[in-house]
């Protein structure tokens, strides 16, 4: 899934365990974990 938050483009990702995975595309060695796309 992608999407816009505050102008960058975050790419969402579902993991084996169900946690997600946030990747913002303009910054690429920023990421972020959580148990829902949400937190």
Do not use: C, Q
């Amino acid at each position: 899934m992608k999407d816009k938050f505050d102008g960058f483009t975050v790419n969402l990702y579902l993991d084996e365990d169900g946690d997600w995975l946030a990747h913002f595309v303009e910054l690429p060695n920023i990421s972020a974990f959580a148990d829902a796309p949400e937190r």
